[in-house]
Every structure is written in structure tokens, then in C-alpha cells.
């Protein structure tokens, strides 16, 4: 087993334990790279592993009948994978796939309950990871059916780069149609109008973030929502 020894650590809900807890945590933490399209998580089986992303997308989804899984939560460096463990649920309700390649720090889950038990620092990190993820699935559920193509879109694209810390990353028109649970020819339209704007360039797939204040400007107002919440005071 690779133990993790990142300094300083990546992620960022690992990051904000105090030292002493994260050296604690460290033994248990094995550093694995996780590859595009991979599925950490089917919903309804159990969860043996959780993850700590360092620089890996994963997208949560949901089935609906008759449609393409739709994406309802984007998890990077800000949080974790495996969540249910923390509220006693040893299965995850979603699936997760894997939409930007990356590594991780991942616990199994017998070791995750340990720790999760003995140390309060860690609990309140993830207790606070969860409030976040839930903001954010349900403000995702009214972007998802109010806000146009375009403003998701360049919400979704800001959410990549908070995520990611990079400006520049490899997403298909066919990735981000799925994602957003609308047609190509949708996803299409909505990109060119963001490069026609000098906000994006797209090339084969290779999207750069041009203009920043620009695409946080074009995005909805829930990417702010949700961005918030990282600065709100915790109680
Ligand atoms: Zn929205």
C-alpha cells in the first residue's frame, strides 16, 4: 500500500483537519489514480471504499425512467465519496462515474467507521461536506429544470474549474449533453454562444476558460448559491 504523504493535501475536507488528526488518518489513506469512465459506486450496492478526491471529477447520477442517468451532484477536491457511511447507510443511492481522471485518497469503509467514530474533527468535516453536497443536489434540481442550456453550462464549466483548479480541461460535447440531461445539438448551440462570446474556446473537445468573470457572469445565479456555501459561518 502507498501511503498518502501529500504536502500539503489536496483535498481540501481533509485539509482542514487539524494535523494531528490528519497524520492519524494517514496509514489508512492509500493513493490511487482513478481513470475516466470508471464507476465507483452502483446504486443500491454496498460501498466498501470511500474516496477523498485530489484532482478527479466524479459526477453522482440518477436514473429516471425512460431517460439517460442525469447528473445531480459534481464532487472534487472540496469533499468525499461515500458519504452514506457517515449517516449509517452502507449502500450509495446514486452511481458515480468518474469525468475527469485524476487521484484520490481512498479509506476502506471498516476504517472509515473507526475513524469516523473516534475522531469529532473529522466527523464535523464531513458533516459539513454533507450539507454542502445537499445545497448543492437541491439547487441543482430547480437549475436543472428553470435555468437555460447556456447558464448551466457555464455553471457547470465553473464548477469544473473551482474543482479542477485549472482553466483548461478535456470534456466531450456528448459528456456535458449527458451531464446535463439535454440533446447534443442543445449542448451544441449553448457552447458556440459562449465562444462566439470570447468567454470559452472549444477545440476538440479541449475547453479553455477564456474570460472568468465573463462566464460567471453568462452562468445562473446558482453557481454563486452553492459556491457560497464554502463561506458561510459554520455553527
Ligand atoms: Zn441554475
Redesign the pocket.
Known amino acids: 500500500m502507498q501511503v498518502a504523504d501529500q504536502v500539503p493535501v489536496a483535498n481540501s475536507l481533509l485539509a482542514a483537519l487539524p494535523d494531528k488528526e490528519y497524520q492519524l488518518l494517514r496509514p489508512r489513506l492509500e493513493q490511487v489514480a482513478l481513470s475516466f469512465g470508471e464507476e465507483l459506486y452502483h446504486p443500491g450496492e454496498p460501498i466498501t471504499q470511500v474516496y477523498f478526491p485530489s484532482d478527479v471529477l466524479v459526477s453522482l447520477l440518477v436514473q429516471a425512467e425512460g431517460h439517460q442517468a442525469l447528473e445531480v451532484g459534481l464532487v472534487g477536491r472540496e469533499g468525499m465519496l461515500g458519504t452514506p457511511l457517515a449517516l449509517g447507510v452502507n449502500a450509495s443511492p446514486v452511481g458515480t462515474v468518474v469525468q475527469v481522471a485524476g487521484e484520490a485518497l481512498r479509506m476502506s469503509a471498516a476504517d472509515f467507521h473507526k475513524e469516523f467514530q473516534r475522531s469529532m474533527p473529522l466527523r464535523r468535516e464531513v458533516y459539513w461536506y454533507i450539507y454542502e453536497l445537499m445545497i448543492q443536489t437541491t439547487?441543482t434540481a430547480?437549475?436543472n429544470r428553470?435555468?437555460l442550456i447556456e447558464?448551466?453550462l457555464a455553471?457547470w464549466l465553473l464548477m469544473t474549474r473551482d474543482r479542477l483548479r485549472s482553466n483548461r480541461f478535456h470534456l466531450t460535447q456528448e459528456l456535458l449533453a449527458n451531464m446535463l440531461g439535454v440533446r447534443r445539438v442543445g449542448v451544441t448551440k449553448a457552447a458556440g454562444t459562449l465562444r462566439q462570446r470570447n468567454l470559452i474556446s472549444y477545440n476538440r473537445g479541449e475547453i479553455t476558460i477564456l474570460d472568468d468573470d465573463g462566464l460567471e457572469a453568462a452562468a445562473?445565479?446558482?453557481?454563486q448559491i452553492v459556491r457560497g456555501m464554502h463561506n458561510v459561518a459554520r455553527g
Not at 445562473?220 to 453557481?223: A, G, L, T
Open positions: 439547487q430547480a437549475c428553470f435555468h447558464a448551466r455553471r445562473c445565479q446558482c453557481y
